[in-house]
């Protein structure tokens, strides 16, 4: 089974504080993604990876920034925290397939974050 | 843009019954994928079926299945036999195929499904 691993399920941060959040998969996906999960408003894309260095923008980008040095490590960072960062973060990833197939997406726990 | 909307914040069931989850989606494509993932109270978000828009069959996985109207737009999921394991929030899902390689998926708000023992 494919195992998506994120580092913390709780974290609590104060604003102005620079936040990593990681995540790790095994089964050597091309595809990495971050969203937040909010309640009535469901998931939001923040940022997607296709390869090692590769990034593009999701739909709510502001506010954060990735980082993918190896392919099975995808870092989502807040460069300075605010609160309305407050959110659950899930981190997703994929096979890639040519043309675009319907590959399902493995998620994590999820990471629970507070910013105070 | 793509567009998914689930009218049903949430739903109730009793254990033993079967019930309908609605998703309605917009595009303006004819090739396309549709999935419905679960998220129990656990957290970990997985999927529970797929369905390719150019098949006309109907996905089914054991109790799951859909019920896929391609001309209203229309996926809704039927829970037969329900367990209270089947208690999460189910959230429908919607894939371009021509969005390429990296399989981005647009969300709806998601079903909060309670069942009652």
């Known amino acids: 089974d494919v195992k998506v691993t994120q580092s913390s399920r709780y974290l609590v941060k104060r604003t102005g504080e620079k936040v990593f959040l990681e995540c790790v998969q095994d089964?050597?996906?091309?595809?990495m993604f971050w969203y937040r999960q909010d309640p009535g408003l469901g998931l939001r894309l923040i940022y997607f990876?296709?390869?090692?260095?590769?990034?593009e923008k999701g739909d709510i980008p502001e506010g954060y920034s990735v980082s993918r040095e190896k392919k099975e490590r995808f870092s989502l960072i807040l460069e300075s925290a605010s609160t309305n960062q407050t959110s659950m973060y899930l981190c997703a990833s994929s096979l890639s397939r040519p043309g675009g197939s319907g590959q399902p997406q493995h998620f994590g726990d999820g990471t629970r974050l507070s910013i105070l | 843009a793509q567009t998914v909307t689930q009218s049903q914040p949430e739903m109730s069931v009793q254990e033993a019954e079967t019930v309908t989850l609605s998703c309605t989606y917009d595009?303006?494509?004819?090739?396309?994928?549709l999935f419905w993932y679960k998220q129990p109270p656990s957290r970990q978000m997985i999927l529970v079926i797929r369905q390719e828009a150019y098949k006309q069959q109907n996905a089914t996985e054991n109790r799951f299945s859909v019920n896929f109207q391609k001309a209203a737009k229309s996926f809704s999921l039927k829970i037969s036999d329900s367990q209270l394991g089947d208690a999460a929030m189910y959230f429908c899902?919607?894939?371009?195929?021509?969005?390429?390689?990296?399989?981005?998926?647009?969300f709806g708000t998601g079903t909060l499904l309670a069942v009652q023992p």
């Open positions: 595009t303006s494509e004819s090739d396309y994928y």
């Open positions: 899902a919607f894939k371009d195929i021509y969005g390429g390689a990296t399989n981005k998926l647009i």
């Open positions: 990876s296709y390869d090692v260095k590769m990034k």
């Open positions: 089964m050597d996906h091309e595809n």
